[in-house]
Nanobody, 126 residues
């Protein structure tokens, strides 16, 4: 069982930056791939980025490539998402998720992740 909890959401202006964090309470944190997902009101949940157990492999949805950076610190059981050049369409509830690792990479698909946080809200104002 893995419990994950996100922090760092808030209000930011268009073009601004925001950093999200996620702490995982589990032994063997590095047995899991980690991911960030988001869901805007009235829209389906979508994957944002994922990172392999080692941190060596990352994958981003096209919308955030070059603007967001996912990283992890296995010694601290922490996952991060650095968001820059934020746009209005980035506004959503952001969720941290963990799933068992089965290789050197990650797949940004919801069904690959078993444990989810409660979400943290990101609001982008113009």
């Amino acid at each position: 069982q893995v419990h994950v909890a996100e922090t760092g959401g808030g209000l930011v202006q268009t073009g601004g930056s925001l950093n999200l964090s996620c702490i995982a309470s589990a032994s063997g944190f590095d047995d899991y791939v980690m991911g960030w997902f988001r869901q805007a009101p009235g829209k389906e949940r979508e994957g944002v980025a994922c990172i392999s157990w080692s941190g060596r492999y990352t994958y981003y949805t096209d919308d955030v490539k070059g603007r967001f950076t996912i990283s992890r610190d296995n010694s601290e059981n922490m996952l991060y998402l650095q968001m820059t050049s934020l746009k209005a369409e980035d506004a959503a509830a952001y969720y941290c998720a963990a799933g068992p690792s089965n290789g050197a990479e990650c797949e940004l698909e919801s069904e690959r992740f078993e444990y989810w946080g409660q979400g943290t809200e990101v609001t982008v104002s113009s």
